[in-house]
C-alpha cells in the first residue's frame, strides 16, 4: 500500500490514467494510435502535475500541511531534473508522433502553459478550467486522427468524461480545504465554502446520472462504455459519502485516480 502511496504522491498514476482514457476514446472512435503519443500524453500528464505541485510546494510558507507538497518541496532537486529528462523524451518523441496529433498538441500545450502561469489568478474556475484541459489531452490524439463528425451518443461520452473530471478535481478541493487555506491556495471549496462545494459536486453527480441514462436510452449501443464511465463516477461517490475513512492519509486521492484506471478493465473486454 505505502509502494502504491508514492505512486499517487508523483502523479504516475493520474499520467497512466490519461493514457487509459486516451486508449478508451480511440477505441470507440475505431481509432489505432501509436505507442509514441500514448508515450507522449503520459510524460506530458506527469510534467503538467509535478510542476503544479513544485509549485504550490513552493509557495507555501514554511512547511507544507499536505504530505504531497511536503514530498515535492522536501525532493524539488530530483524532480525538477526528473522533469527535464521528461521534457526531453517528449521532444525525441515528438518526431515519430503523426502529424495531425503533433499540431495538436503543440496548440494545446501552449494553452497548458499560459494556465499554468495564471492558474493561481483562476480562483474558484481552477477544477473547471483543469477539468476542460485534461479531457482536451485525453482526446487531442483520437480527435485529430478522427476522419468523420463525432455522433451525438459520442458527444454525449466526452461530455460525462469531462464531468468526471471536473467532480475529481472538485472532490479533492472539498478535501482540501482547510489544507488549502492554510498554505494560502485558492480553490473553488475556499471561495464557495465546503457545504456550497458539497452541493455543487453533488449536483455534478446527479447530472452525470441523468446524461448517462438519457444516452443508454437513445442509442442502447453505448451501454458498457457509458456503464464504465458511470462506475467511474460510483467510485468518486463513496469517499463523498464516508468522508471520515477517506480523509485519513489521503486515501480520497488514492480513489480518485484508481477511478480512472477502470476504462482499462472495459479494454481488456
Known amino acids: 500500500m505505502r509502494v502504491w502511496r508514492y505512486i499517487n504522491i508523483l502523479s504516475l498514476d493520474i499520467a497512466v490514467g490519461a493514457m487509459t482514457g486516451c486508449a478508451f476514446f480511440a477505441h470507440l472512435f475505431g481509432i489505432v494510435l501509436l505507442s509514441h503519443g500514448l508515450l507522449s500524453l503520459g510524460l506530458i500528464v506527469w510534467i503538467i502535475y509535478t510542476v503544479d505541485h513544485l509549485a504550490d510546494a513552493n509557495r507555501s510558507e514554511g512547511e507544507p500541511s499536505t504530505e504531497r507538497h511536503r514530498f515535492h518541496k522536501r525532493w524539488r532537486i530530483p524532480l525538477k531534473a526528473g522533469v527535464v529528462l521528461a521534457s526531453i523524451l517528449v521532444g525525441i518523441e515528438a518526431f515519430y508522433v503523426r502529424k495531425p496529433v503533433l499540431v495538436a498538441g503543440l496548440g494545446l500545450g501552449i494553452v497548458v502553459i499560459v494556465y499554468l502561469f495564471f492558474q493561481a489568478r483562476l480562483k474558484m474556475f481552477k477544477e473547471l478550467t483543469g477539468a476542460l484541459l485534461y ?3 485525453v482526446l487531442v490524439a483520437p480527435l485529430s486522427l478522427l476522419t468523420r463528425p463525432l455522433i451525438e451518443a459520442e458527444w454525449s461520452l466526452i461530455a ?8 475529481n478535481l472538485l472532490l479533492y478541493s472539498w478535501f482540501d480545504q482547510s489544507n488549502d487555506e492554510q498554505d494560502g491556495h485558492v480553490s473553488m471549496a475556499t471561495v464557495l465554502g465546503q457545504k456550497t462545494t458539497g452541493k455543487i ?4 453527480f446527479l447530472v452525470i446520472t441523468v446524461i448517462g441514462t438519457l444516452t443508454i436510452f437513445l442509442d442502447p449501443t453505448f451501454i458498457w462504455p457509458i456503464i464504465f464511465l458511470l462506475s467511474m463516477n ?3 461517490f463513496i469517499p463523498f459519502q464516508f468522508r471520515g475513512y ?6 480520497y ?3 480518485g485516480d484508481l477511478a480512472f484506471l477502470l476504462p482499462a478493465l472495459y479494454l481488456l473486454l
Not at 460525462?160 to 467532480?167: C, E, G, S, V
Not at 459536486?201 to 455534478?204: D, F, R, S, V, Y
Not at 477517506?246 to 486515501?251: A, C, G
Open 135 to 137: 479531457t482536451a489531452g
Open 160 to 167: 460525462l468524461f469531462m464531468l468526471t473530471a471536473f467532480a
Open 201 to 204: 459536486l453533488m449536483i455534478t
Open 234 to 236: 460510483a467510485l468518486l
Open 246 to 251: 477517506f480523509s485519513q492519509k489521503d486515501r
Open 253 to 255: 486521492r488514492v480513489v
